[in-house]
C-alpha cells in the first residue's frame, strides 16, 4: 500500500484523472500505527454512537433472518477483533467468555459451528452491559497490542498486524451500516412508526442526461494504493463498449411515474422470478413507502414523513431496479462501466457516493484471477459469489471514509432493506 | 356463587365427599369488594415480581409464535382490564394510550384488529419502563374504580363489576404460568443454559398404584361456588364405565425405561401424526432433556441438572403421553375420569394439584348445553375448541389458588414447553 | 355375528325399534362361504366398473398427498388380500412381484417401510395393464382359497378366513368410495370441467323439523349381529341428554343465505384455527362451487351444473359446518346423538344414509375398552385418533350395504373432498 | 442467415479457423422452403419417436414443477406452432381446440394466463390419443402453409416465415431433451429402477491435459450464419486473460476421489449457498448414484448400471462443480473462455459439444447491446436472465444438430437433471 489519498492512478488510455468528492475519505495506508490506533478507537466508538439513544430491547430484537440484533452486532465486531487478532497473535491472551466463539461466529465454518443465525434475536444472555464490558475489554487488549506491539504481538510482523486492524476496522465499519439498515427494518414493523431522529436527506435529482462514454480497454479493481477487500482484485483488463450513464439518480417522481402506469401489474418488466416474487408478496410499492388517504409517505428514520419527489428513490431491490430500467427503455449499468464512469467522469456524476447503493446488472463473480486467501479469513467474501447481484458507490449510512471506486458491494436480487437506488444506463 | 372453600358438592350416589389438598386454596367469590381489591393488587404485584431479576431483553424476545414476549404479556393483562372493564364501564375514563388498542390484543376480533402474533417479539417500543408506567396507571385507574364504585362505575352493576374483576384477575394468573414457561423456553435456546434460580421441585414419585373406580352417573364441570371459566359448564350428567388411575405420576426412571426400550423407534406405539412429527423434527426425548456424555440432564429455570429420576417427568406431549401409556398398555384417563377420580378420591391420589398439568385423552369441546357469552368475552374459550386436547390438575407453575377441580387447561397434541406429565388409566 | 340383515337390536329403556330405510342393505354375517365368494367377487368387479371410461391417464395422476390415484387403489386393495390373507394363509403361495409389498402398502409399519405417499402419482410401472393382471391373479388365488379351503388354508379356522376375507372385502368397499372422491377432485382441477356422466342427485331438503329427543343411558357401537370395523366397539354405555335434531340436511339454499349474509367474513361465526385457515387460502364458497357472470354453479361428477337449491350442501369442511350451526345459533350433534337418534327415530329423519356424510361435533377417539388386534391389523383404525372428526351417515358414492347406524368415519376438519354435508342440532 | 454449415468464421487476431466435431450438424439457414418442410416433419417425427415404447402413465405423469409431463410437452410443442404461427398467419386458420391457449401456455405473459406449472401432471384431460390427433391437425395445417405459402400466408413475408418456423423447429428440439432428462427424473423416482432401453455412453476421459490459451481481445456471440436464438447475440467484443482449460471433462473416478476426499463433508469447498442447500437436503454424492452394499451404482434410462470409472461424470449441479473444481485447485471457465476454446482449439479438446452440458462460471445475462424482440417471442429467454447460470455444449440427448459453439444453456445452479459435467479451467 502507498501513502496516499488518492484513488485515481490510471496510466491507460481511455483514463483522465477526476477528483472525487470530498465526501469520500478513505481510511488508506496510513502513516503509522499511532494513526491507525486513533482510527480503531474512532471506530469503535462510532458504534456505541450509533447505539446512543436505543433501548436495550431496541438492541436485542431481529426483525428478519436476514437482518441481526443491534447488540449482537457490537459483540461481532469485537469477536472478529478477538478470533483473528488477540487470541492468536496476543501473547499470553485470555479470551472473556469462551462461549463467545460460539455465539458470536457469523459464518467462518474454519473458527467453528455458529449459532444459527436465525435465532440470533433470542440471545438475551449475554444482556447489553455485558457486551459493553466485553467491547471495553477488546479495546483495552487491542490498546496494549498497539501501542506496545513488541511486548505482546506472536507470530505476526508489524506490517502484518496493521493490515489485519485494517481490516476489521473496515469490517466494523460495514457493521455499522448494517446496524442502521436493520435498524430501521425493525423499527418498520412497529406500528407506531418510530422516530431515532435520523434524518434521511439526499441530494435531489434535478436535471438527468445520459452522458456518453466510450469504447475501450480499461484496468478494473482496486489501484493497490489504499485498504481494500480481497474482491476488489486482482486489478485487470477489462473492455468495455460504448455506452450512456445517467448522471444522477432516479427520482421519486419517476418512480412514482411507473407505479402510476401499473408498473406493478405489468409482466413485460419483470424478471420471470421477480414477476413471482412480487405476486408472492403482494409488492406494488418500494418497501417502506405508505400510503394513507391517498397521499404516499416514507417511513425513514425519522419516522414516518411525505415522499419528497425529488430525492432520490431508495430501498429499490434489483428485480425492481432492473423492471424500472425495462420500462423506461434502458437498462442497469455492468459494474465495469459503473466503475469506468465513475473514476474517469466521476465529476460529471452527481449521487456517485454516499447517496444510495447503485444496482449493476452483474452477477457478483471472481475477477480474473482471484483466489480467496487460505483459512477462515478466506471466507470473508469468496464464498458468496453466486446469485447475488453487485452494488457500487455507497450510501448515507456508509461510514465516511469507507467507499471506494473499485468497492464491490453484493445482495440478493429481492433485498430492498438496504439504501439502494437506481442509476440508469443504455447501449449505443 | 357461594362463599365456599370446598368444591366438593357431590350429592350423588357414588360419590364420596373427600378433603382436597392444602395447596389447593380458591379465588372463589369473595366476601366482599375490599377482599377483591386486594387479591386484584396482589395478582397485579405477581406479575412484577416474575421479572424481577429479569433483564430488559429477557423480556422482549420472542422464542416460538406459540410463546409471547413477558413484556407483551405485562402489557397485554392490563389492556385487558382497560379494554374490558375501564374503557366501557369507568365514567370519562382516559385511555393510557389509543395505540394499545391494536398493540395488545390478543385474539379478540370483537375488539379489532390484532398485531401478528409471531411478531409481538418485534415491538422494542413501547419500552419496559413505558409499559411499567402503563401498568401503575391501570392499577390506579382499577383501584379508584374499586374503591368508589359508585363514584365511578357505569353501565354495570356492583356485582357484575366483581365477576368481571375476578375474570381479569384469573386471566392475569393464566399469563403469570405463561411467562414461566415462555420464559423457560427462550432460555433453553441459549447454549449457556442460563438460570433464574427458580428450582423446580415435584413430589416424588415412588410407589404407584392403581385405583379402581365403579360405573357410574356422575355430575361434570363446576359446582357454582367459586370463580370458574365459561367451558368448565355447564354442570351436566355424565355416565363414566369402570376403571382404574394411577395414584401417581409417570416418573423420569419409568420413561427412561421407554426411550431405552427403543419408544422413540418402534412406530407401534405412536400415532400416526406423531410418528410423522417425531421423525420429521428428531424427536428423540422430552423437550428438555440433554444427553452429555451419555449422562442425562435437564434444562430447568436454575439452570442444567442431573435428571432427577424419582421426579415426576415433565414436558411431556399429548403424543408422547399417549405412545408411553401404549408401550405400558395402559391408556390416559378421560377428562370425565379425572374429575370424578380427583374430585372424590383425591385424598388416594398423589401429585393432583399444583405439580404438573396431566393430559387426557379428551379432545377440548363444549360440555353440553355450552354457549359462549356475547361480545367479545365470548372468544376467551369456545373458538379454540378444535383439535386441542385437555390437561387437568395445574403445575407447579400454575398461582395458587388458580386451580380446582373442574379446571380445563387445553393445547394442541404437539405442545410441550408446558409443565405436562402423564397419569395412566385403563379399562376394566 | 347372527344372521340377520337388521341393525336395530337395542332392548333397553330409550330405545325404540325403528325399521331403517331400505338403501341400507348390509353386507352382514353371511349363511356360508359361497355367499362370501359371490360378495367377494362382485365386490372386485365394482372397483374395475368404476374406471371403466376413465383412460388410463385419469387412473394415474394425483391431485393432492391427501388423494389417491385410481390406478393405486386398485393395486392397494390387491396388496391387502394379498398380504394378510394369501401370503400368510394359502399354502404354497406365490407373489404376484416381490416389490409390490413395498410399492402398494398404504401405512402398515408391521408390514414394512411404504413408499412415499404423496409420490404416489410418480408410480407410473407397473403399468396399468399390468395391474389389472395382478388383480386378476389375486381374485384366482384367492378363489381357489375360498372354493377349496381345506385343500389351500394354513394356520387359521374356516370362520377366520371368514371374517378376514369379510374385513378386505368392506376394505376394497371403503376405497371404491375415496376412488370416486379423489377423482372427483383430480378432474375439478383440470379447468375444462370433464364429466365422467355420473349424476349427482341427492333427495332434496324441503321441510326441515327439530325433532326432540329425551335424555336417557343409552347403548352405543355396533351390535356383533352384522360386519363391523373395530372402531365401532366395544358397545358401551353413554348417557345422552336430551336434544333436538334437524330431520333433513341443510339445503344450498340455506347454506347461500349464510354466504350472503357474509358467513365467511365474520370472524365470529369461525373457530379461531379456521378462521385463519380460510383466510389464508381465501376461502369463500364450499369446494366445488363456482362463480361465473353472478351465478352459482357446482362441480360433479358430470361436469358443471347449475347450483340446485333444494339440494343438502355437499363437500363441506368440518370448519364450515360448525360456523354455518354458529350462524343459526345451532350446532352439530355428537356422534352418540346421532346414533340415538338413527338408530331410534330414523324413520323421522330423512337423508340419513348414502346421501351425505354428516359432521358431528365428535373428535374421532377411542371407545371405552376399546384397544387395536394385535399385529399390522391393529394399525387399520387406532393409530388415526386425534384431530380428526366422526362423521356418520355414508354418502351417495359409499357402495350400496357398506353402512350401518354405528358407523364412524373421520377425517380432518378442514377436509371437504368427501361428500359431507350437514345436520344441525341443539341442546334443550 | 448465409447459407453455410460451418460455425467458423472468425477473422480476429488471436483465433485459427478448427474444424467442428462431425456430431455437430447444425439445422442451418436452409436452401429453401422444401428443406425446411423435411426438416419441420423429421422434427416433429422425432418428439414422437421419444415416446414409441412409452405408456400413457409414463407421458402423464410429473415429478418435481421444474419437469412437465412428456404429454404435456407433445402438447405445447404443437401449441407454440399453432399460437405463433398458425392463429396469426394462416388464413381462416381454425384452432383444434379454444382451451389449449390456455392449457399449453407454458410461461408467455403476452398470450395470456398460464395453468399452474407445477400441476401439469393432473391434466388427464385431454388425453394422450387426443394430442396425437392434435399434432396431426398442426402437421397438416403447417404443411399446407408450407407447400402453398402464396395461397395461406398472411401478414408475413416467406422469409419471416421461415425464420418462425426454424425458431420452432428449435424449439420443438429444445423440449425433445428436457422429454428424456424429464423422464429420466420421473422414473428414477421408482424404485424398481426402470429401463427404458436407452444406453448412456459418453466418450471416455482418458489423458486430461491443460491446454494453455494466451489472451486478446474476441469477438463472442453467434456469428450470424446460422440459426440462433437471441441470447446468442449481438456478437461484440470481449477481452479474455490467458487461462488453461481442460482437454476432457472430469471422469467419475475423479469425482469418487472428491466424494471419498470427504468432499461433501468440507465446508470450505462450497459455496454458502451451496453448503445450506446439501445440508438441508442430505445430499452427498451425484442425483443418480446409488450405493448398495458398498458398491456404487447409477441410474440410467437404461436401469440401474455398475458406475463406470471412466466415464465423465454427469448430472451434476453448479454447485457440486464448483465445490470439485475449489477442491482441486481449479474453477469453472467462464463461457467467454469455453466460446474461445471451443472456437480456436476445438479440436485440442475432447468431448465438447454433444457429451455432457458443461457449467461455467458465468452467469445468465444479457450480452452487450442485447434486447429481446417486442411481443411475445421477446419472453423467450430475455426474462430469465437472472440468478442462473450458463451451460456450454450441448449433451447426448441434445438432437442432432441443435447445438453450435455460441449456444447458451442455462439453469439454475442446483440443478442437477440435466446431462450437466464438468471441465476445468484455471488462471495462469
Chains 1, 2, 3, 4 share one sequence.
Not at 423499527?187 to 441530494?203: K, Q, R
Request: glycine content about 4%.
Amino acid at each position: 500500500m502507498k501513502n496516499t489519498q488518492s484513488i485515481a492512478d490510471e496510466t491507460q488510455s481511455n483514463e483522465s484523472t477526476p477528483s472525487l468528492p470530498d465526501t469520500v475519505q478513505l481510511i488508506s495506508s496510513l502513516s503509522n500505527i499511532s494513526e491507525l490506533t486513533d482510527v480503531f478507537l474512532s471506530t469503535r466508538q462510532s458504534s456505541l454512537t450509533i447505539c446512543q439513544n436505543l433501548s436495550a430491547e431496541d438492541l436485542q430484537a431481529q426483525s428478519m433472518p436476514d437482518a441481526s440484533p443491534l447488540k449482537w452486532h457490537l459483540a461481532h465486531t469485537s469477536w472478529a477483533f478477538e478470533t483473528f487478532i488477540l487470541k492468536p497473535h496476543k501473547n499470553n491472551y485470555q479470551v472473556f467468555d469462551k462461549d463467545y466463539e460460539y455465539l458470536f461466529n457469523s459464518y467462518y465454518n474454519a473458527v467453528g459451528q455458529q449459532f444459527p443465525r436465525p435465532q440470533r434475536g433470542l440471545l438475551t444472555r449475554p444482556d447489553l452491559s455485558t457486551i459493553f464490558q466485553y467491547r471495553k475489554y477488546i479495546d483495552e487488549q487491542m490498546l496494549a497490542l498497539l501501542t506496545s506491539p513488541n511486548a505482546h504481538v506472536i507470530n505476526l510482523t508489524h506490517q502484518q498486524l496493521e493490515q489485519l486492524v485494517l481490516l476489521f476496522i473496515n469490517h466494523e465499519q460495514q457493521h455499522q451500516e448494517l446496524m442502521l439498515t436493520d435498524l430501521k427494518h425493525l423499527l418498520s414493523i412497529n406500528p407506531t412508526y418510530p422516530s431515532v431522529d435520523y434524518i434521511e436527506t439526499l441530494t435531489p435529482s434535478k436535471n438527468k442526461q445520459m452522458l456518453e462514454i466510450d469504447a475501450g480497454l480499461f484496468s478494473i479493481g482496486h489501484n493497490n494504493e489504499t485498504f481494500y477487500f480481497d474482491n476488489e482484485g486482482p486489478r485487470h483488463q477489462f473492455y468495455v463498449n460504448a455506452f450512456r450513464i445517467a448522471t444522477e439518480l432516479v427520482s421519486n417522481a419517476e418512480y412514482l411515474a411507473f407505479i402510476e402506469d401499473n408498473g406493478y401489474q405489468t409482466p413485460d418488466h419483470w424478471l420471470s422470478e421477480a414477476w413471482q416474487k412480487i405476486n408472492a408478496n403482494n409488492i406494488n410499492h418500494p418497501l417502506y413507502w405508505v400510503k394513507k388517504e391517498n397521499q404516499w409517505f416514507e417511513y425513514t428514520l425519522s419516522g414516518l414523513v411525505p415522499l419528497n419527489l425529488h430525492q432520490p428513490v431508495k430501498h429499490i431491490s434489483y428485480f425492481e431496479a432492473n423492471a424500472f430500467a425495462n420500462w423506461c427503455d434502458k437498462r442497469l449499468p455492468t459494474e465495469q462501466e459503473w466503475e469506468v464512469a465513475a473514476r474517469n467522469h466521476g465529476d460529471q456524476l452527481q449521487q456517485l457516493f454516499n447517496q444510495l447503493w447503485q444496482w449493476t446488472s452483474s452477477s457478483y463473480a471472481a475477477y480474473p484471477g482471484f483466489t480467496p486467501p487460505p483459512g477462515a479469513i478466506g471466507e470473508y467474501n469468496g464464498k458468496f459469489m453466486v446469485n447475488q447481484y453487485v452494488l457500487r458507490g455507497g450510501s448515507i449510512v456508509t461510514p465516511a471514509g469507507h467507499i471506494r471506486c473499485s468497492y464491490r458491494n453484493f445482495f440478493y436480487p429481492d433485498a430492498c432493506w438496504q439504501y439502494s437506488g437506481i442509476r440508469l444506463a443504455e447501449t449505443i
